[in-house]
């Protein structure tokens, strides 16, 4: 299957991928519903939602800056490094990503959309002020905060992510879905496909004529409409793909 799912990709023009927690789970990063030390006693629904920051703030950045260091601590793994390599190699577009932990970028792509934010960003309550906290140098500084405030207006600070009942960024959404209406393939990695309406993504691909070729430990909301279940660890899994694809184009 993996000579065939490079096959694939090698003739394709317009490939895309679509990832979710799976593939930072390789990389040591706590899934968002992983019950782990002091987060227990919480369900994640009651500490990610603009209602519980309302009520709670400083118990929100207690959970956000908590995840941080963990994420901190987190490498990119050889997973993020294939899709790399295949976009280098011109093959893959963009990836569309889930994941809030900035990996992909951090391991080197550069067509990057993030459907859910970005945990190193943060952004004011009430004004229109954003800041990336890795190109600014202030990670360090907002972990060591109480309650982050905005250097423009003095108002609460947030996580630059999408939390519970919120929509997801149109224009990334837009882009997304634009580019999965044009993909001749998509790779699918690591997530459950059922967080919608990003799960959505390969669904479009696949009725536009694209082929789904998807990478995980286990079946997923996406694996009945899959042309290619490649099972296994996506860390594992996509470097004997680039490896394979690699040796099809020199051919």
């Known amino acids: 299957m993996i000579v065939e799912v490079a096959g694939v990709l090698a003739s394709s023009k317009n490939v895309i991928a679509f990832t979710g927690a799976g593939i930072s789970a390789e990389s040591g990063v706590p899934t968002f519903r992983g019950k782990d030390g002091l987060w227990k006693k919480y369900r994640p629904e009651e500490l990610a939602t603009p209602e519980a920051f309302a009520r709670d703030p400083k118990l929100v950045w207690e959970f956000y800056k908590w995840r941080i260091r963990k994420i901190l ?55 229109d002020y954003r800041e990336y906290l890795k190109e600014t140098g202030r990670v360090n500084e907002i972990l060591s905060q109480e309650l982050p405030r905005c250097p423009k207006c003095n108002s609460l600070l947030r996580p630059d992510v999408v939390w519970f009942g919120e929509p997801l960024p149109e224009g990334a959404l837009r882009k997304a879905f634009r580019l999965a209406e044009t993909a001749d393939a998509v790779i699918v990695v690591g997530t459950s496909g059922v967080v919608y309406p990003a799960a959505y993504i390969p669904f479009i691909v696949k009725e536009n004529g694209g082929t789904v070729i998807e990478v995980n430990v286990q079946e997923s909301g996406i694996t009945p409409i899959a042309d290619f279940f490649c099972r296994g660890k996506a860390g594992e899994v996509l470097p004997r793909i680039v490896e394979e694809v690699r040796r099809l184009l020199n051919e």
Not at 73 to 89: D, G, S
Not at 90 to 99: C, E, F, P, R, W
């Open 73 to 127: 601590q987190a490498k990119p793994n050889p997973a993020h490094y294939a899709l790399v390599e295949l976009e280098r190699m011109g093959i893959l577009k963009a990836v569309i990503t889930q994941n809030v932990d900035d990996l992909h970028r951090e391991a080197g792509t550069n067509n990057l959309i993030e459907l859910h934010g970005n945990i190193f960003r943060v952004k004011c309550t009430s004004c």
